[in-house]
């Protein structure tokens, strides 16, 4: 608890506020052995775009600066918010995918034994690539649509401010990218999950959520 | 009926447009014989707003009536024929430019190679300008900080001298009641009043002297081309048709709500001097120029429409 | 193609329900399990596999929308006041002030939320800063678990029955209604419903065996008091930065969230607390929250555009004309649909699903539409919260500690739910309270 100065050190565990920040603090503890290589990497990449939601905030108080105070607001600020925090929002899903972060129900999750904990892991990541496969093809022909002209030559869709940056087509170009990753982190999943002793499963991925 | 489609609008449900164009599909119904059945979707039902195009495209959508404007970042040529401000001093004459002037042609030109057909324009009419401080002419719009939607209408109230600000729709309003903008581009004159937006900006510029949008009305390219030659002249005069109609009743209202302002006594609504309105529109022409060296369609249209007005006597 | 389309769109819509808890169960992913149906629909109801960038395009248009900037915003903000020792100085303080009133901290914890429901157009945010704040110094506390997550979640989703709201807003927008005539209607109720709360929570501390930690009744010196009250001044001078600037005119209301976080960083220096490292550690920890939050969202959103194509508001349609003479009946009516689509869909979904033919009718029968708009935004409180797609329970889930399952939270929100739906009941009953 390096970070919270103030918490009490006989707080009981689970309760104390420093506890959930102690559990994400720790990349390390959250990451999954069965995420791989690849997730480890897309765990190192996360802190360019949790950057970049400090960037987003920094843009929106210069925007308030430059408008409230010298009356001249930027034609940049809001685009450039909204495109960091879009880009952060997708890349947050292939990152809670790697931490096995997201929600889940787990009622029935838990009362299963390790055997059948195991082929359920192994069916739900093997189901969400499937999925995130179909996404990849969908996301390929909004893509088409973006960064192409109807001619065939490369031309990147704007977003037709006055500013006119081509943050549509990245960010559709981006969705691609990370269905993509999203479909390898699955099989990935799906694969250690196989390869596991069903005894061992039990202990080594413990249900987080 | 043997062909079921559905449309999208960029409008939302309750506004009058959304009303008046979903009589149309009533009426398309009947004048087909129940042979074609429109469902018209409100905006965001299916797809955002300036994803309908490419939905139409694959098929999600059949078709949709929407403000051009939206298709921008496309190209920089539906920017230039969507909204070319200044240049329309009424709808009719936007009217006789796409259905007489060359403009339905070229729209098809834009459209086709995207998988759409064009089948006619609508416009709610000269959009009334919205502000919370007295506009008497180009030399109040310095400084003034203006919501603008995404399109050319940005660019020249830059130009005029104006702060364009690019806050979302939905911010709009409160925006406008904190004063965090000065004035904002909505629509026309009733539904800003309807929407409460002149009575926490209570300075309307009516007629206004801004906007004037192209809402096109198109289907998929490919559909279009299987309808019998009747179903097709049928749909293309029915839009000309509910152009009329739309314009005719939504000015109506427009007097009504401004009739209905009046009486309250503290909203001032302004009009512009044609003075004043011919300096706006100098500004804004120096625009398109810029805009129609953005691509080869864009200098297309610039070349279409300029020959228009010229011929037509409203440009020297 | 599995021909779905023959199921037709009354029980294709049961099929979907179905799906959508039998896939929850198995202990999928939630936001997967919303995608995986919307994908199942798109390619088994149209024989287009085209019709699969509906999914993307829906995922595109809600991931770039600049109103959802302030999710990001509050998420920062609460993990930089978890992290500092701002949340718990704030926390004494209150207790302090909290005095000899049972269940003190709790009422504050209502008044700070309705505080934050003044700063936010949506909800999200707000849970999770109370959340990762006010949670943990509840429990603490010894306050007992039920109670301090039910005033989380439920407090937590006043932003859109307090002014500013983008309900209303999107309301406005489809009803054609006065925007401000919405919010200065929707004012008192969302007051009501806050009392409710407190009611609520004093009812339970006083009548209930361990429910609240004692009041504090042993003397304080006037030096300890002083220094717990320097712990409530950082937390509002932050509230004034934020509200002078939506009400001072100087910040729009997605901008002013990022005044907060700027506050909080100020707070954090001024403290002598601040460092790189822990600002990175807020960062990360947004990322992933966001990654929760943020793709439940896309889910609901994608599934949403999937069902308006399968014909869902000519199916709603279909339900409500001709149900009755009796406009009462007819409100009850459209009462229970918002109830049983609250239970399954966002509310962007269900405002889209419901607007342009609930709207209509409510005018044809003579009722006020703006009355209409702030029961619609009462009914959305129940959305927030009924299971099992309660987004104010997941949104706390995100942050809550492993041990508070989603089972927990729902059974925590049963009676806030019921108060809720009194409140649904109270402005039908009573249509003068909104002042209309
Ligand atoms: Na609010
Ligand atoms: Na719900």
């Given amino acids: 608890m390096t970070n919270t100065p103030h918490s009490d050190p006989h707080a009981p565990l689970g309760t104390s506020e420093g506890d959930v920040a102690e559990l994400i603090d720790d990349n390390r503890a959250v990451l999954p052995p069965e995420s791989g ?23 929106l108080i210069f925007e308030i600066c430059m408008r409230h105070i010298f009356d001249a607001p930027t034609i940049w600020a809001h685009e450039t918010t909204t495109f960091l925090c879009g880009m952060g929002f997708v890349f947050a899903g292939l990152f809670c995918a790697s931490r096995n972060q997201h929600i889940r129900v787990v009622i029935i999750y838990d009362m299963v034994g390790p055997k059948a904990r195991r082929i359920l892991n192994i069916v739900i990541s093997l189901i969400c690539a499937l999925s995130t496969g179909f996404f990849s093809f969908a996301a390929w022909l909004m893509v088409k649509k973006a960064a192409f002209a109807p001619t065939g030559g490369i031309r990147l869709e704007t977003s037709g401010s006055a500013w006119n940056p081509p943050f549509p087509a990245i960010l559709k170009i981006f969705m691609l990218v990370i269905m993509v990753a999203l479909t390898v982190q699955f099989l990935i999943l799906a694969y250690n999950y196989f390869r596991q002793k069903p005894d061992l499963s039990a202990s080594e991925a413990p249900a987080r959520r | 009926a043997d062909y079921e489609w559905k449309f999208q609008s960029s409008d939302n449900s309750g506004t009058p447009t959304f009303e008046i164009d979903q009589e149309w599909t009533k009426r398309v119904e009947e004048m087909t014989n129940g042979r074609i059945k429109i469902e018209l979707l409100p905006v965001g039902s299916i797809v955002e707003h300036a994803e309908t195009q490419d939905a139409i495209a694959a098929g999600i959508l059949d078709g949709h009536i929407t403000d051009v404007s939206y298709f921008s970042g496309k190209d920089p040529a539906f920017s230039l024929i969507a909204n070319p401000i200044g240049a329309w001093a009424d709808p009719q004459q936007m009217f006789r430019f796409i259905n007489y002037g060359g403009g339905k042609e070229l729209m098809n030109k834009l459209e086709e190679p995207y998988g759409l057909h064009f089948i006619g324009a609508i416009t709610p009419g000269l959009e009334a300008f919205v502000s919370s401080v007295p506009l008497n002419g180009v030399a109040d719009l310095k400084g003034l900080k203006v919501r603008a ?147 080869d369609n864009a200098k297309e249209v610039y070349e279409t429409l300029t020959k228009y007005l010229k011929a037509q006597g409203l440009l020297k | 193609m599995l021909h779905l389309q023959s199921l037709g769109i009354e029980y294709g819509t049961l099929a979907m329900f179905v799906m959508l808890i039998g896939f929850l169960l198995t202990g999928m992913p939630l936001a997967f399990v919303t995608l995986l149906v919307a994908l199942i629909f798109t390619l088994g109801w149209f024989d287009n596999i085209m019709a699969v960038s509906l999914i993307t395009s829906r995922v595109y248009s809600f991931v770039s929308s600049f109103v959802f900037v302030s999710v990001p915003m509050f998420v920062l903000m609460a993990a930089l006041l978890d992290r500092s020792g701002i ?14 009133l049972k269940g003190g901290v709790a009422v504050q914890t209502i008044f700070v939320a309705v505080i934050l429901a003044a ?38 989703s006043l932003g859109t029955m307090v002014p500013p709201s983008i309900v209303l807003i999107i309301y406005g927008l489809t009803a054609n209604v006065s925007i401000g005539d919405l919010f200065t209607s929707a004012f008192i109720p969302g007051f009501m419903l806050a009392g409710f709360y407190v009611a609520y929570v004093l009812f339970r501390c006083y009548f209930g065996d361990n429910v609240a930690p004692p009041p504090r009744t042993e003397h304080i010196p006037t030096e300890e008091k002083l220094r ?33 976080v700027a506050g909080v960083i100020a707070s954090t220096m001024l403290r002598g607390e601040f460092s790189l490292s822990m600002l990175k550690g807020a960062a990360m920890q947004t990322l992933s929250t966001c990654g929760m939050i943020v793709w439940i969202g896309i889910g609901a959103s994608a599934l949403v ?27 009850l009516v459209m009462m229970l649909i918002l109830f049983i689509l609250g239970m399954f869909l966002d509310w962007v979904g269900i405002a889209l699903l419901t607007m ?43 942050v809550a500690p492993p041990d508070i399952t989603l089972g927990t939270i729902f059974k925590s929100l049963v009676p806030f739910i019921c108060l809720q739906v009194l409140a649904v009941a109270l402005l039908i009953i009573f249509p003068g309270i909104t002042g209309r």
């Fill in chain 3, 119 to 156: 700063m936010s157009g949506i909800i999200g945010g707000e849970i999770v800063l109370l959340g990762m704040i006010a949670l943990p110094q509840m429990l603490r506390q010894g306050y007992d678990k039920n109670l301090a997550i039910g005033v989380v979640c439920a407090g937590g």
């Fill in chain 3, 87 to 100: 949340a718990r100085d704030l926390f004494e303080a209150m207790r302090l002030f909290g005095g000899r």
């Fill in chain 2, 149 to 295: 939607p995404e399109g050319m209408v940005q660019e020249v109230f830059a130009a005029a001298g104006a702060a364009p600000v690019n806050i979302p729709q939905s911010e709009v309003y409160t925006s406008l009641d904190k004063k965090v903008i000065d004035a904002a581009d909505a629509t026309v004159y009733a539904t800003n009043s309807a929407m409460g937006l002149n009575d926490i900006a209570k300075h309307p510029v009516y007629p206004g002297f801004h906007s004037m949008p192209l809402v096109e009305v198109s289907m998929n390219k490919e559909k279009w081309d299987a309808l019998p030659k009747d179903l097709q002249e049928i749909l293309t005069v029915s839009v000309r048709d509910l152009s009329q109609d739309l314009v005719a009743r939504l000015q109506m209202k427009d007097r009504e709500a401004v009739a209905k302002d009046q009486a309250k006594g503290d909203i001032q609504i302004t009009n512009w001097s044609d003075e004043e309105r011919a300096k706006f529109r100098a500004i804004a022409m120096k625009q398109w120029q810029k805009v129609a060296e953005r691509s």
């Fill in chain 3, 228 to 260: 717990l009250l320097k712990g409530l001044f950082l937390p509002i001078l932050v509230v004034i930065c934020v509200l002078g600037s939506i009400y001072g005119g100087i910040a729009s209301v997605t901008e002013a969230s990022a005044v907060g």
């Fill in chain 3, 356 to 398: 342009p033919i609930f709207v209509p009718i409510v005018k044809q029968l003579g009722f006020d539409p703006v009355w209409f708009g702030v029961v619609f935004a009462m009914n959305m409180q129940v959305s927030f919260l009924s299971p099992p797609f309660g987004p104010a329970a997941f949104y706390l889930k995100s």
């Fill in chain 3, 305 to 331: 555009g999937v069902f308006n194509l399968m014909g869902g508001i000519k199916f709603v349609s279909g339900m409500i004309t001709g149900i009755s003479d009796d406009p009462t009946v007819v409100i």
């Fill in chain 1, 37 to 59: 290589v690849f997730g480890r990497g897309v765990n190192h990449l996360g802190t360019i775009f949790a950057i970049g939601f400090l960037c987003s905030m920094a843009a």
